[in-house]
């Protein structure tokens, strides 16, 4: 089956990874400017504890944040003056905050993963916080997430393809209900890991569904667009440890090629839902 043949959503997930060929960066920031290590790109973050409801609400790692302020996007805000900027993000944008705060010139900078509809950038970068004058330029958002108690009705869910779900969930066990589609065929994917299955990828609502208690329910055989398996309730997980192993695969390997991980390839693992368990429900 060609890319092009597969469901929308797996489009909407591969949507800020399909800009072209991943740069070689170069090192990541090692050290603040006060001499404090910087976090790693790669890893996954250690997620705060969730703030009281009486505490005001902050930026923090494994939040989201607004845009209120357009500001540039820089690979290394400790060289921003000598290297070129990534691309910017403007007023209304979420993004999802992986890494931070990196203090460089007395301002901080946040690491960001740009929401799929951001047209001037799809890397993952360095935002600063504030403007030179101090004006706020990312204000904590606090996301509307699914109910997940007991179960989320995963057709209420949008396709947003973006890292809401990530942020509202972490690694949590997660149960969600609905209709189950898959595709079946070999997809030309610019994403390979463990996570991903190069022939059968599934969607319950607004979930992209990974791993094999979905996949291995797609009938080997004729290939075939998205088709509806039948109503499940599927248990699984966002931010996978094998998150950390994806990478970018050439186009035309049939997601065969050799990858070597890299940081938007992992965050872009990292908001997949990784299915433990799927119940057939009944008609």
Avoid at 29 to 39: D, L, R
Avoid at 83 to 95: K, N
Wanted: net charge negative; glycine share 12%.
């Amino acid at each position: 089956m060609s890319r092009g043949a597969a469901f929308v959503l797996f489009s909407l997930l591969l949507l800020s990874c399909a800009t072209g060929p991943i740069p070689n960066p170069s090192p990541a920031p090692t050290a603040t400017a006060s001499g404090i290590p910087a976090p790693s790109a790669t890893a996954a973050p250690t997620r705060a504890p969730s703030p009281s409801p009486s505490d005001p609400p902050t930026l923090h790692v494994g939040g989201m944040a607004t845009v209120v302020e357009p500001q540039t996007v820089y690979f290394d805000p400790l060289e921003r003056g000598t290297s070129a900027p990534l691309g910017r993000v403007h007023p209304g944008e979420q993004l999802y905050l992986v890494d931070g705060p990196l203090v460089a010139g007395e301002r901080e900078f946040w690491q960001i993963h740009p929401g799929p509809y951001n047209q001037d950038t799809k890397d993952l970068g360095w935002v600063a916080a504030a403007d030179g004058d101090g004006t706020a330029a990312l204000i904590p958002d606090n996301p509307d997430c699914p109910t997940s108690e007991p179960v989320i009705d995963a057709d209420t869910v949008e396709p947003r393809g973006d890292a809401l779900l990530l942020s509202c969930f972490g690694d949590e066990s997660v149960t969600a209900e609905g209709d189950l589609y898959c595709t079946y065929g070999e997809i030309d994917t610019t994403i390979g890991g463990p996570i991903f299955d190069n022939e059968r990828t599934c969607r319950i609502g607004g979930f992209a569904a990974y791993g094999s208690a979905v996949t291995s329910l797609v009938d080997e055989g004729q290939q075939h667009a998205e088709r509806l398996i039948g109503r499940f309730r599927l248990t699984g997980h966002f931010d996978d440890p094998g998150a950390q192993s994806c990478g970018e695969i050439p186009f035309g390997t049939g997601g065969e090629g050799a990858h070597e991980p890299d940081p938007r390839s992992v965050m872009l693992c990292r908001t997949l839902f990784v299915v433990e368990d799927a119940v057939p429900l009944a008609e």
